[in-house]
């Protein structure tokens, strides 16, 4: 199936299909894109935003730990102040960065949730409370390849946290996401189906391993990147979150830093509807749920053993000489996140 340039062949009729299914699918800077979400005005637009020193993105292939490291960092610059948090959904204290927030929809979509605030469905933070827990940092998160970043991000103006996950997982969480995610056409893709165009990275963000790999070289020459890995924070949460205070030069005392870290355990998270994306139009959690199983190693349960095979010689091609690795099983099970505190 791979080629000896690493290529794999995915046949003409299944990319095709791929979209066809996706709504408003279109090509841009050699990406699919979809077309309910981002505009290639939206894309060109934000190249020139100008970030601030204290900023933060959070970057990432889709299904890595988004969510997750969005939370956590949510939670640190809120001063570990996780009651002020559960009153406002995820995506108001960490947006979209390439949403195109100039179509009707969004703007429909805001109006309804301002709406059930009025009518007191949604929590509402009161006025004090909201100068109370101002954030320290102004927070977003995207999936835009690394070229395609705004260029002040690019030149360092502002902190970008990067999370990735072993491609295996990632693929299998990926593959359930286009069945639930209304904007990628809940697509009723196979398994068998989807895997060939994940390995070959003819979907939406292109290939794990071209977003992954310059998004680590990067990182290994630029004071202003933190790469962080899915299965290191699944091993020890406590570790990660020093690292995210050290490289944002935040401290969090003992009791806020326990705070953070149980309000964003997979349980805790999973049960927040402030953090588990429910009721966000763009899902559809009656197929599959956004916090899904959070594990290391679900793969297992997907790959056969040729698709294995395939994938562990593609891995090994493109990961060669990048002093990159990741786990593709728990050492041990992993029953619960490790929590030193
Ligand atoms: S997205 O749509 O790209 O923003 O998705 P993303 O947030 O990157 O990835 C979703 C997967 O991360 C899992 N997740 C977690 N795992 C462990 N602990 C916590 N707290 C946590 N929060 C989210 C989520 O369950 C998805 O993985 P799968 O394997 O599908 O369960």
Not at 23 to 43: E, T
């Amino acid at each position: 199936m791979m080629d000896g340039n690493g290529n794999i062949k995915v046949p003409e009729e299944l990319k095709a299909k791929y979209l066809f299914r996706l709504p408003q699918a279109y090509n841009f800077a050699d990406y699919i894109w979809p077309g309910l979400l981002m505009s290639p005005q939206r894309i060109l637009a934000i190249r020139d935003i100008e970030f601030q020193p204290s900023d933060i993105i959070i970057a990432s292939y889709p299904k890595s730990g988004t969510t997750w490291v969005s939370e956590l960092v949510s939670a640190i610059v809120h001063n570990g102040d996780t009651e002020a948090i559960k009153a406002k959904r995820q995506h108001e204290r960490v947006p979209w960065l390439e949403l195109n927030t100039d179509y009707a929809w969004v703007k429909l979509y805001d109006f309804w949730q301002s709406a059930q605030k009025a009518l007191g469905y949604s929590p509402t933070v009161k006025e004090e409370d909201e100068k109370k827990s101002k954030p320290v940092a102004r927070v977003w998160f995207t999936h835009l390849p690394l070229e395609l970043l705004p260029k002040s991000a690019l030149e360092g103006g502002c902190r970008i946290i990067y999370v990735s996950r072993n491609p295996k997982d990632n693929a299998v969480s990926f593959f359930h996401f286009h069945q639930m995610a209304r904007f990628l056409g809940q697509q009723t893709t196979t398994w068998e189906e989807f895997f060939p165009l994940y390995a070959s990275g003819d979907i939406y963000c292109g290939s794990w391993f071209e977003h992954v790999l310059s998004y680590w070289t990067f990182s290994r020459v630029n004071k202003h990147v933190l790469f962080l890995k899915y299965e290191d924070m699944k091993k020890d949460l406590s570790r990660e979150v020093s690292n995210i205070c050290d490289f944002i030069d935040f401290d969090l005392d003992n009791e806020a830093r326990k705070r953070v870290i149980h309000h964003c355990t997979f349980d805790t998270m999973k049960n927040n509807r402030m953090a588990n994306r429910e009721g966000v139009w763009l899902f559809n959690q009656a197929r599959s749920k956004f916090m899904r199983k959070g594990v290391v190693g679900d793969w297992k349960n997907y790959f056969t053993v040729g698709q294995s095979e395939i994938f562990d010689q593609l891995y090994s091609y493109k990961m060669k000489g990048s002093n990159l690795d990741y786990e593709f099983d728990p050492e041990e099970p992993f029953e619960g996140e490790k929590t030193k505190l």
